[in-house]
């Protein structure tokens, strides 16, 4: 066990060192009410810390600041703008261990698992100060000879950011990247329930030298009231949101009158199919990885286990067996594995979705029961059997919940894993070439593990298909998303 002497101690110097303002136009001050907002550990279910309360007030002079830095910002060399993503990098290297306990603090989440959002989260600082200076265009003649026509991008302009609890420093870094990269100056309102973070990256940009103005942040217990008006301001021109469909539906509805460009990262339900032929030991693997990663609470979690019925029992009794073995506590003792759910509605959306599908027909092989003490937990479950119609099929579980759903043939594995609305991500173990290939062109979503248990990665295009979102975040299309084509027709130089 880790020393909970040292650890009281060291988590109260951190807490203390992370502001509790908003943080705008580069100075930290308070909300225009004074209200105070409350941040829980979901472990201990103690208040950890009380920051400021934005008003609406507060997100116009958010917006105020992101507007006035913009021309300059814009107009900062390429190279600048990567050597301040790049210190920003290197300050996130030497403060690794301060974000991850924060995160585990704030959210839950091991503290394995936090030391690796950070790696994950730097990444994006790292790759998008590489892009910054590759944004290109082209020149060239048009084909009747008449003139040269000259594409250049350009700064979409001031953006919205909205992220998610989840993840607190990798959604962050994913969105606030590659717009300063660009070129473009943010507003970013970090979720309610996970917001220090945010705030305590925001402190580190500063070090790192950026520009005052160029990031500021607002937390909000009312984020409707706050991020309304500020989608709605004609000086707007990018949203970029992750969270719930349902959530981003009303965004893009708010968005629609400025004709804002917009990102939208949703719900999934990804299916996680093993075939016949799959190595069980590579399926069982990647099936930890994909469901139990962050305590189920992922957009990219596995929410349905679709194996065939020839290898059921076996996957079920060798998850079921990796399972109960893992270590449910708070994150920062030594061994978790899995911590709380980020609240007690999360619990109850787990409960309620595990007993739905027990009454349809299926069975639970371990865990399905809320944990005892203090503390919003969820023991780690699995559930063989899913019967067709249960809700636990068509809903995002969020929660350390495998469950399991029998099929005998590829065109009957096909059908039931894009028999829904979302397509974020999809995972296929088979030890047949020919079969991956089909997989990839068969199903319906924006990205595929193909015998991995893990996609995320900075270098690589992450989003979904269908309700699961529009655009996409990392990679060399991330960049993308924060400019805007300019097309120039000049006259010929030898008319």
């Known amino acids: 066990m880790v020393d909970s002497t040292v650890t009281e101690a060291r988590e109260a110097e951190l807490l203390a060192n992370v502001p509790a303002g908003l943080f705008i136009g580069g100075e930290w001050r308070e909300s225009e009410s004074g209200g105070r907002l409350r941040v829980f550990d979901p472990a201990t279910g103690r208040v950890v810390k009380e920051i400021a309360d934005a008003t609406p007030a507060d997100g116009q002079a958010a917006l105020d600041a992101a507007v006035d830095a913009f021309p300059a910002w814009a107009a900062t060399p390429a190279r600048e703008r990567a050597e301040i993503l790049r210190r920003a990098f290197d300050l996130l290297q030497e403060r690794k261990e301060d974000f991850a306990l924060l995160m585990t603090i704030e959210m839950g989440k091991p503290l394995a698992e936090a030391r690796g959002e950070v790696g994950y989260g730097g990444e994006f600082l790292r790759w998008f100060s590489e892009e910054t200076a590759r944004i290109q265009g082209r020149y060239g003649a048009n084909p009747e000879g008449t003139g040269r026509m000259i594409v250049s991008q350009h700064p979409v302009g001031p953006c919205f950011l909205i992220t998610p609890w989840n993840f607190p420093l990798a959604m962050a870094t994913r969105k606030i990247a590659p717009a300063l990269a ?86 999934g339900n990804a299916p996680f199919v093993v075939f016949d032929d799959a190595d069980l030991d590579k399926a069982v693997d990647g099936a930890m990885l994909a469901k139990f990663r962050n305590i189920g609470q992922a957009c990219t979690a596995a929410n349905r286990f679709i194996v065939h019925r020839s290898v059921m029992d076996e996957f079920a009794r060798r998850v079921t067996e990796r399972v109960q073995a893992m270590k449910i506590g708070r994150g920062t003792e030594e061994g978790v594995q899995i911590g709380p759910l980020i609240n007690d509605a999360a619990v109850a959306k787990a409960e309620e979705l595990v007993g739905d599908a027990v009454q349809r027909g299926a069975e639970v092989r371990t865990g399905g029961q809320r944990g005892e003490g203090v503390g919003t937990f969820y023991e780690p479950t699995v559930v063989v059997d899913v019967q067709p119609g249960s809700a636990i099929l068509r809903e995002e579980i969020f929660g350390p919940v495998l469950a399991i759903v029998p099929f005998d043939t590829e065109d009957e594995a096909v059908a039931i894993a894009n028999d829904t609305e979302y397509g974020l991500v999809s995972y296929v173990f088979t030890e047949s070439l020919s079969r991956g290939q089909r997989m990839i062109e068969r199903l319906e979503t924006g990205m595929m593990g193909l015998n991995v248990g893990v996609v995320s990665n900075a270098a ?31 006259a010929s130089p030898f008319a």
Request: aromatic fraction near 6%; charge should be positive.
């Open 460 to 490: 690589a295009p992450f989003g979904g298909w269908k309700m699961s979102g529009l655009g996409r975040e990392g990679g060399a299309e991330g960049i993308h998303e924060y400019l805007q084509t300019k097309y120039t027709l000049t």
């Open 182 to 267: 660009a070129g473009c100056t943010v507003v970013i309102k970090p979720a309610e329930l996970t917001p220090l973070t945010t705030l305590y990256f925001a402190k580190l940009l500063e070090d790192a030298g950026l520009p005052k103005g160029v990031v500021n942040v607002f937390t909000t217990s009312t984020s409707g009231a706050v991020s309304e008006p500020i989608i709605r301001d004609p000086r707007l021109r990018k949203l970029s949101f992750t969270g719930s469909t349902g959530v981003g539906q009303r965004l893009l509805e708010q968005a629609a009158q400025g004709v804002l460009r917009t990102s939208m990262e949703l719900g």
